[in-house]
């Protein structure tokens, strides 16, 4: 498999729609009918510990290659008195059939007993032996996860050198120094633990979560891969620990467009940091200078969750993120000129985020029309940001939110739909086709509360074209795809984002009604460059080299 | 559950009393005393008698709303005022309710309202730039502009408006204006780090990197300008207790608003004048902000409630230090460390056993 794509054998379940998309419900909430039955345990006792709040995130990956993408549900568990029996994280196989989103929990949890207090994931295969690994972001000692290859997975953590024990939040993959295997960055919180713990009031005097302002904040980390599956902490010499926040979420992507992979990390509640690839083994923070370390006003915000895509079709990375209530989300364009603009309001996305805590986060195209939209998963994080209904059995709940983009870098919200109307403490989301029909489903991790699925249910008769890229028999990360012929129509292979979670590592483009068969082109993170193509639409392929 | 029964007595007593269905205020699970305060301000406004005059019932709502949205009940303030421009018409809680309604982020709403209260008070130059503010906040650019326009008409002192308006500006990509208002802000309020660092972005579309590097420099703090708002002042004075007002303090100065961290602090200091630990913060704040003599006059007070508390005496040195008397300083040092030898107290300690070498 050297040149040419090869068809994977998916068929497509094209669903009827309604011809105004606006108002035409996208996701379903399936969760019962698909057998999902995970649910997270916050380990909360009344003592309103920080570290209750803040997970989980979730994650997908094939764990069996068999094409359909599998759940690996994060779990917490009691945060005092950890000497007893502890809950295990859970796996669930993809088992849909005939476009009806199945799961079962895979036998023996595939050999994964990870009962550490979980915050996030992060996949990619570290040993490029073709099947992808997992580490695991937790609230303690970190854990790494090898896939054996045959679906079931072995602990290697501190062999491997990835000794972590701050409190993590999440972690992103990415081959920072072009020796052709995944580094991996890590995103750490604060100093906190039960013992640490401090009583905190909300303004209205009630008892309150704290603000991670009450503790001191940790350094994030480096680990580069030795290229044989072990790591090396090179967060000093890489001047990764120069500038230090309460890390909560964290992208890899090139943003400066100079072919080397940036980082990008959102803080709670302090600058966030843009680390630029110096392409020596070092980074330097240029957030400040290039207009993402503060909103448009100047001010440091709350940041939980983060992506970036090039929403716009101009040709270079915008970022988006989530942030606290009574602050925005806050969407950053890239000027294409070494630096970026808050582009918030003018986007009509300000007044609309103002009430809500956001976490999980993403750009997807939910309606393949070739263009991003945009996805916020709501949940507060201190009991006064809802006072309101302080006599609610879930004080720390909210609503969702999407957005559809509406051209002119403006996007409208959609209030009509099962995931907005859903009114929970959520955190993560996972991006992902889990029924091999185009559009994105997404996967909802509520914090001490059910994992929800919803599938997408908005399947216009738009076109689609499926792309998995890889390198050799592994997964391509940060190959960029474009459309050939169409200018800055273009997307890069990452499973990282959102908010502690790993998403689907394919890409779709959106084709519209367009029916004439796309080529693509392929430019690997090493800049070698080919052609694919043309190739059929409403299918996925694999674009190898 | 004793406080749910109560409000459903309440519920059934408004329903005997008032002429008028109500919007229902929520006010179960919040802490005391905040609590009985504000159920009490309920029950008022519940039983208002069938006699009373429109604008007493709509006062009566109107300060519940101003109560709770001194407390952040933003939803439940809304109502409370809701129930008072259904007494009476006046621009008073519409235009609280509308910053309400923007708390929670419900724009449109909180247009609507300051389009009416707008209309009524024409002459108000903060009331056109919160309207401005909001229609900004609603992508309504140009219209955005004419209000800002008209605030700086009625009040070209207003650096909050010149800088809103060159938000505007810049969304129309107007950046030689948008740096010309935001001049005219920076010259009004250079303490304000907001100006100086929309200079820094606004230059740096003007494709002048060295200006932008400067103004980014100049971005010393992340505050905004100073507003002077009379109907807000008067909310933030609704509450009934001195933690609140330190908590307050606290916030406001950790977003940088130092005025306002100093007027919660005399808020709670005048609800708790003996409250030692509020007098120490109190003076803390003043001696970072250089005002040793205010600092001095709280420390005589403080002096007076508890003149054996060791930071009183360690104050009483920072002050005198600052007034180059070091043989005081060391005296009240002293003083300071014999009653609590703290490290912040040893470390001044030092401090002035070396100036004494040079005496």
């Known amino acids: 498999m050297s040149t040419a794509s090869r068809t994977v054998h998916i068929l497509c379940a094209l669903i009827a729609i309604s011809s105004e998309f606006a108002e035409a419900e996208i996701f379903k909430n399936v969760t019962s009918a698909s057998n999902l039955d995970f649910v997270h345990?916050?380990?909360?006792?009344?003592?309103?510990?920080?570290?209750?709040?803040?997970?989980?995130?979730?994650?997908?990956?094939?764990?069996?290659?068999?094409?359909?993408?599998?759940?690996?549900?994060?779990?917490?568990?009691?945060?005092?008195?950890?000497?007893?029996?502890?809950?295990?994280?859970?796996?669930?196989?993809?088992?849909?059939?005939?476009?009806?989103?199945?799961?079962?929990?895979?036998?023996?949890?595939?050999?994964?007993?990870?009962?550490?207090?979980?915050?996030?994931?992060?996949?990619?295969?570290?040993?490029?032996?073709?099947?992808?690994?997992?580490?695991?972001?937790n609230f303690g000692e970190n854990e790494l996860w090898l896939n054996r290859g045959d679906g079931t997975f072995e602990s290697a953590g501190n062999e491997k050198g990835l000794i972590g024990t701050d409190w993590s939040i999440a972690g992103s993959f990415a081959d920072v120094n072009g020796d052709g295997a995944l580094d991996l960055y890590v995103v750490n919180y604060v100093r906190f633990t039960t013992a640490l713990h401090k009583e905190c009031l909300g303004i209205s005097l009630r008892s309150d979560y704290c603000a991670p302002t009450a503790y001191e904040p940790t350094p994030d980390q480096l680990y580069v891969n030795q290229t044989d599956s072990t790591f090396r902490d090179v967060s000093m010499s890489a001047d990764i620990q120069s500038s230090v926040g309460g890390g909560l979420g964290v992208i890899s992507t090139d943003l400066d467009g100079d072919g080397l992979i940036d980082l990008y990390v959102a803080n709670d509640p302090t600058v966030n940091f843009q680390w630029r690839n110096l392409g020596n083994g070092k980074f330097e923070n240029v957030a400040m200078n290039s207009g993402t370390a503060v909103n448009g006003d100047g001010k440091p915000e709350a940041s939980m969750g983060v992506d970036a895509r090039d929403f716009d079709h101009d040709c270079d990375v915008d970022l988006f993120m989530t942030n606290l209530t009574s602050e925005t989300n806050t969407l950053f364009r890239n000027s294409g000129e070494g630096w970026f603009v808050d582009a918030t309001n003018s986007a009509k996305l300000g007044a609309s985020s103002y009430p809500y805590t956001g976490f999980g986060t993403g750009w997807v195209d939910m309606d393949l029309d070739g263009d991003l939209d945009l996805l916020a998963a709501n949940g507060a994080v201190s009991l006064i940001a809802n006072a309101d209904r302080a006599s609610e059995l879930s004080p720390l709940s909210q609503r969702n939110q999407l957005w559809l983009n509406v051209g002119g870098g403006q996007f409208t919200e959609i209030l009509d739909d099962e995931f907005v109307e859903s009114v929970e403490t959520s955190r993560g989301v996972a991006f992902a086709d889990l029924d091999n029909d185009g559009d994105s489903d997404i996967l909802v991790a509520n914090n001490d509360g059910p994992l929800r699925v919803y599938q997408n249910v908005a399947s216009t008769n738009n076109n689609w074209v499926g792309l998995i890229v890889k390198d050799q028999n592994t997964v391509a990360y940060h190959a960029t795809l474009s459309i050939v012929g169409q200018r800055c129509v273009s997307r890069t292979v990452r499973t990282d984002g959102s908010y502690a979670s790993a998403n689907d590592p394919r890409i779709v483009f959106g084709l519209g009604q367009e029916t004439i068969q796309p080529q693509i082109r392929v430019t690997w993170s090493d800049g070698d460059t080919r052609t694919f193509g043309p190739l059929a639409v409403n299918q996925y392929h694999v674009l190898a080299r | 559950m004793l406080f749910r029964a109560r409000f459903i007595l309440i519920a059934i007593a408004v329903v005997l009393t008032t002429p008028q269905t109500a919007n229902e205020i929520y006010l179960e699970g919040i802490e005391e005393p905040f609590a009985t305060i504000a159920s009490a301000a309920y029950e008022a406004a519940l039983k208002s008698d069938v006699n009373l005059s429109p604008e007493l019932v709509a006062n009566r709502w109107g300060e519940l709303g101003m109560l709770l949205q001194a407390h952040n009940m933003h939803e439940q303030s809304i109502a409370a005022y809701s129930n008072a421009l259904t007494e009476l018409s006046d621009p008073r809680w519409l235009y609280l309710r509308s910053i309400a309604y923007g708390e929670l982020g419900r724009v449109g709403e909180s247009i609507d309202d300051l389009i009416v209260v707008t209309s009524t008070m024409r002459e108000v130059a903060i009331i056109w730039y919160r309207l401005g503010q909001a229609l900004l906040k609603a992508g309504r650019v140009a219209e955005a502009k004419e209000a800002l326009t008209t605030a700086l008409t009625l009040d070209e002192d207003l650096a909050i408006a010149h800088m809103t308006l060159a938000d505007a500006q810049i969304l129309d990509a107007e950046f030689v204006n948008a740096k010309a208002s935001l001049q005219h802000a920076y010259r009004l309020q250079p303490q304000a780090g907001q100006i100086a660092y929309r200079l820094a972005s606004v230059e740096r579309e003007l494709g002048d990197l060295n200006a932008s590097q400067m103004w980014l420099g100049r971005r010393v703090n992340q505050f905004s300008p100073v507003v002077e708002d009379p109907m807000l002042s008067l909310v933030a004075q609704y509450s009934t207790n001195p933690t609140f007002f330190i908590s307050a303090a606290r916030r406001a100065w950790e977003r940088g608003d130092r005025e306002t961290a100093l007027e919660a602090y005399r808020q709670a200091i005048a609800l708790e004048p003996q409250n030692v630990q509020n007098l120490i913060g109190y003076t803390r704040l003043l001696t970072v902000l250089n005002r040793y003599d205010e600092a001095e006059k709280t420390l005589d007070t403080l002096e007076q409630v508890s003149p054996n508390e060791g930071m009183l005496w360690y104050f009483r040195a920072v002050v005198f230090l600052e007034k180059d008397l070091v043989l005081e300083a060391q005296n009240a040092i002293e003083k300071a460390i014999a009653i609590d030898p703290t490290p912040e107290a040893r470390n001044l300690e030092r401090e002035i056993a070396e100036l004494r070498k040079y005496d």
């Open chain 1, 41 to 137: 345990q916050n380990g909360q006792r009344g003592q309103l510990w920080l570290a209750e709040i803040l997970g989980p995130g979730v994650g997908v990956l094939d764990v069996d290659d068999d094409g359909l993408l599998d759940v690996w549900a994060i779990q917490g568990g009691p945060l005092d008195a950890r000497d007893k029996l502890l809950p295990s994280d859970q796996l669930y196989r993809n088992i849909t059939r005939d476009g009806k989103l199945l799961f079962e929990r895979i036998p023996d949890q595939a050999n994964v007993d990870a009962t550490q207090y979980g915050m996030g994931i992060a996949t990619g295969d570290i040993d490029l032996d073709g099947d992808v690994d997992v580490f695991l972001a």
